[in-house]
């Protein structure tokens, strides 16, 4: 399983409990708040996904390839690379921007059916 397909995995799920968890949160060994993991995390995520994009061209994805090559066979290269370019930004303004986690879960529980 490559990298970017376990995060994409482990995303899906909750941090249960932070690296920093202490029993006993009056203890003042425990620096770390539960707001400050939680901004920590995301933090991670967002680096992870720029990280992501940069080092991951579009040709490099079998799903960016198979659109890229039927969208040529109908309206020719020069028109198909503006569109997988189009669709490209839609798909990451969509997934990484827009779509709340309600609708993610209705999504995935919608596949399962």
Not at 34 to 61: C, F, G, P, W, Y
Not at 69 to 88: L, S, T
């Amino acid at each position: 399983m490559e990298e970017r397909h376990f995060r994409r995995f482990l995303d899906r799920f909750p941090v249960v409990r932070s690296r920093y968890y202490c029993a006993n949160t009056e203890r003042e060994s425990c620096t770390h708040s539960a707001k400050n993991e939680i901004a920590s995390h995301r933090n991670v995520q967002n680096k992870m996904v720029k990280k992501d994009d940069l080092a991951k061209t579009s040709d490099e994805d079998p799903f960016w390839q198979k659109l890229r090559i039927a969208a040529e066979k109908k309206v020719g290269p020069a028109k198909a690379q503006k569109f997988c370019r189009a669709f490209q930004s839609i798909h990451k303004r969509l997934v990484y921007r827009e779509l709340s986690l309600e609708a993610a879960q209705r999504f995935i529980n919608a596949e399962r059916n």
